[in-house]
């Protein structure tokens, strides 16, 4: 019994049990939470929220449609309209399906839910970038709407989504569609953008991945069938259409804009001093106030006063006080460069 | 009708204020925010008139170079606090020993024979004087003196301005496991007393960071702990090598320890950061203000009354409940049998698997006050057990003998090897915080759930590694 070799296996096994079966996401129990959440009442709230979907972009819906975007069998498909038709969520008028006011405002519920959800990720948590959309899509299900009411008031009634998606309002309001594809801007054109569609997820991952976000401000160099060249804060980017197509842009009036690279705080050597043009968008929540009360404003002059001894975080002068920053902040601050100042 | 006809206003006014700010957009809040800022300077351009400006004066930078260069600023960094831990530990020596002599050999006796001349029952009198007034008196005289060094060194340096520039030399490193700069200052003021760190880890502002902070910061070896890894890294490690070497690995040994406690502070800062924590909000800012001449007086009296005195009091309030209760399990019996023998006999066989003894399990859940009276209570507990005539105050009493080699003894006489030393070092490491930190997470984290992780991660690791130990170290010694 008290051999230790034998001990030593049966605490090795408990370990990795309990590891295997309560590792974050990936563990027993966390696949299991997300099986059994998979119930009927979850396929209805997507399928409304596809039709939803389809009918603000102006597309068809079908029953392939659904059953392609929810992953079921065509027959589970037309069984689940079948269903919402009976409710009285939605009708079938020849080939398309239209969704009923009832069915409407179920939809924009939901939706309203998923759009603070992911705000509130994004201002009030580290949760990263590429884990909103996941995390919205398992709590829209659970948040009742006066749960949501209450986190609305408690991000202080967000109106935007941080895709740019316009979040609807208790009564489901929703602004008219604005903007136009990435890809029907010409060349030498400016625009902001401002909407980055979060699915299907591959994509999104992608335009993510290249630091793209709303409120960057781009300008198109090169559009073909086989690739889109753009600007994006000065930085050049190369997409394939149909990723492009994701992105939503609005186009902007050329004064404002900026001309070549944009300059930021991080290339500054000790020393050198710059005058802040404004935060990027990627800086939110907290952090972005923060740096707000610091005095990171459009205007301020800071100069970059010291390194640390692995070089990151530096320390900049910003209205006569001494702040650290790390590097990832600084990069996301950008100055005047030399030739905007000159005008 | 009149009311209804309202009610329709107010939700039409309502929906186009919501229609507006769709219009509006989102960057509606950062263009007020910089329309303040631009107004408030042109203001101040106008009215305000500054004295022709000063050189920023050039000491200051040429030290900031200094502290924050390559290959300076971290040396610097290791021989200040240095320094103030050899103050604290080499300081304290005496004026402990001076206090415990006051209330354990002059004060004690005087309240014994009190309460044998006014006739109070044994009972009374083991509970009072034995139980609470002891630990009070053990928690007193191990705490204070080391705690009235450590935290006005420690205010100075904070006070000159050095402190800021460590964070921010370490940031780079805490960067890379999720967690914040100042972190490194409250694992540092951890060695001291981990509730003052957890107290102290107010100067983070971030949310995430703080908890991350608050929650690693028992794997800081405070003072309390540092007594017990010195001896018994003297008793079993000192011995198992060649005597001229026994210091030098002995002394080694505990810093292995307090480096361990550091790579794990580390590591579980990484985990944190990566799992549960990712739903609190993260925002980085560090001041560094002037350096300026401290205020000696002013941080002598901040931080005796505010850190010393709190923290000692908040560990008193604790211990004399507990002095109650560990001169009651020596005393109180079932079946001719004390409670402690009964938990110990009960135990033992799992203490064997973590290859600990029942004693040791005992006396770490009621010595839970302070870590400073767990070696006098495992002594206590061993010597009850064991029956041993001759050593000792008597049942319930926690005594500390002069000698190391007369607690060798004892401790060896209760069957411990040098497996339990190493263990016992590990596990007085790896384990709950004392309820005086119990207390000050709670009182700064406002939350039950934070609260019972930082209590039960430590002891869930601790178990975890002492059981790999003892299994791999029987393993080997079988072959």
Not at chain 1, 287 to 316: F, H, N, W
Not at chain 2, 378 to 397: D, K, P, Q, R
């Amino acid at each position: 019994m008290n051999d230790p070799l034998f001990t030593l296996l049966i605490g090795s096994g408990i370990l990795l049990l309990a590891v295997v079966s309560f590792f974050p996401q990936k563990g027993l129990f966390a696949r299991m939470k997300r099986t059994r959440t998979i119930s009927k009442k979850i396929l209805i709230e997507d399928a409304l929220k596809h039709l939803y979907h389809c009918e603000y972009s102006g597309v068809g819906c079908s029953i392939e449609s659904i059953a392609g975007k929810l992953s079921i069998s065509e027959d589970d498909a037309a069984e689940l309209v079948a269903k919402l038709e009976e409710m009285g969520m939605l009708s079938s008028q020849r080939d398309s399906l239209q969704l009923s006011n009832e069915g409407r405002s179920y939809a924009l519920r939901i939706i309203r839910v998923h759009r603070l959800w992911e705000k509130y990720l994004a201002d009030e948590t580290s949760v990263d970038e590429r884990e909103w959309h996941h995390s919205a899509e398992e709590f829209e299900h659970k948040l009742s709407s006066s749960d949501a009411d209450e986190l609305a008031a408690q991000i202080g009634n967000p109106v935007f989504d941080p895709h740019g998606d316009p979040i609807p309002s208790t009564e489901g309001d929703l602004p008219e569609k604005k903007g136009m594809p990435l890809t029907a801007l010409k060349f030498g054109e400016f625009a902001s953008i401002i909407h980055v569609e979060d699915e299907p997820d591959a994509i999104y991952q992608q335009l993510v991945a290249e630091g793209l976000y709303p409120g960057m401000q781009v300008r198109m160099l090169e559009e073909s069938k086989e690739r889109v060249r753009f600007t994006a804060n000065g930085e050049e980017c190369v997409l394939a259409p149909l990723f492009a197509k994701n992105i939503t842009v609005e186009q902007i009036k050329l004064e404002k804009t900026i001309e070549g690279k944009f300059k930021n705080l991080s290339s500054l050597k000790i020393g050198e001093s710059g005058t802040v043009l404004g935060i990027s968008k990627a800086l939110r929540g907290q952090q972005r106030r923060r740096l707000m009360d610091l005095g990171v404003v459009p205007g301020t002059e800071i100069t970059a006063e010291l390194k640390s001894v692995g070089g990151d975080p530096m320390v900049y002068k910003i209205k006569g006080a001494s702040i650290a920053l790390r590097k990832k902040q600084a990069e996301r601050i950008y100055l005047h460069s030399e030739k905007s100042e000159m005008n | 009708m009149v009311a209804k006809e309202k009610i329709k206003n107010r939700e039409a006014i309502l929906s186009t204020a919501n229609n507006q700010r769709w219009e509006v957009g989102e960057n509606f809040h950062d263009t007020l925010m910089e329309s303040i800022y631009s107004n408030a300077s042109a203001i101040a351009k106008r009215s305000v008139t500054l004295p022709a400006q000063k050189e920023t004066i050039n000491w200051e930078k040429t030290l900031d170079k200094i502290l924050t260069s390559r290959y300076l600023g971290f040396p610097i960094m290791f021989l200040i606090l240095g320094v103030v831990f050899w103050l604290t530990i080499e300081g304290a020596n005496v004026p402990s020993a001076m206090i415990a002599s006051f209330f354990l050999d002059t004060i004690h006796p005087i309240l014994k024979s009190l309460s044998a001349s006014i006739g109070l029952p044994f009972w009374a009198d083991g509970v009072l004087i034995d139980g609470a007034y002891l630990a009070m008196a053990w928690v007193i005289s191990v705490m204070l003196p080391p705690m009235a060094i450590f935290f006005p060194l420690f205010t100075l340096l904070e006070d000159f301005g050095y402190l800021p520039r460590v964070s921010f030399n370490m940031d780079g490193l805490y960067r890379k496991v999720g967690a914040h700069g100042k972190q490194a200052l409250t694992m540092a003021m951890g060695f001291g007393c981990n509730a003052a760190g957890i107290v102290a880890t107010r100067v983070i502002d971030s949310p995430r960071e703080k908890l991350i902070a608050i929650i690693t910061n028992n794997f800081s070896l405070c003072n309390g702990r540092w007594p017990t890894q010195i001896l018994i890294a003297v008793i079993f490690i000192g011995a198992a090598v060649p005597a001229y070497l026994a210091g030098i690995v002995s002394a080694l040994a505990v810093v292995f320890i307090a480096v361990l406690g550091i790579v794990f502070s580390l590591l579980v800062s990484w985990g944190l950061s990566k799992s549960v924590l990712k739903g609190e909000a993260s925002a980085f800012s560090l001041e560094l203000p002037p350096y300026r001449p401290p205020r000696i007086l002013q941080t002598l009296y901040t931080s005796l009354i505010d850190r010393t005195i709190f923290v000692l009091w908040r560990a008193i309030i604790f211990a004399i409940p507990a002095g109650v209760v560990i001169w009651l399990v020596g005393n109180i019996t079932i079946g001719g049998e004390t409670i402690a023998n009964i938990f110990i006999d009960w135990s033992n066989p799992f203490a064997f698997i973590l290859g600990l003894n029942g004693v040791i399990l005992l006396a770490y859940i009621i010595a839970i006050p302070a870590n400073e009276i767990v070696i006098p209570t495992i002594l206590m507990l061993t010597v009850m057990s064991l029956g041993l005539s001759g050593v000792g105050e008597g049942a319930g009493v926690m005594f500390e003998l002069d000698s190391i080699a007369a607690t060798e003894e004892i401790l060896v006489a209760g069957g411990w090897t040098l497996l339990t030393g190493i263990n016992l070092m590990l596990f007085s490491l790896l384990h709950n915080p004392c309820s005086t930190t119990i207390y000050t997470i709670f009182k700064e984290t406002k939350s039950v759930k934070w609260t019972l992780v930082s209590t039960f991660l430590p002891i869930l690791m601790g178990i975890i590694v002492t059981f790999f130990v003892a299994q791999i170290w029987r393993l080997i010694a079988s072959i």
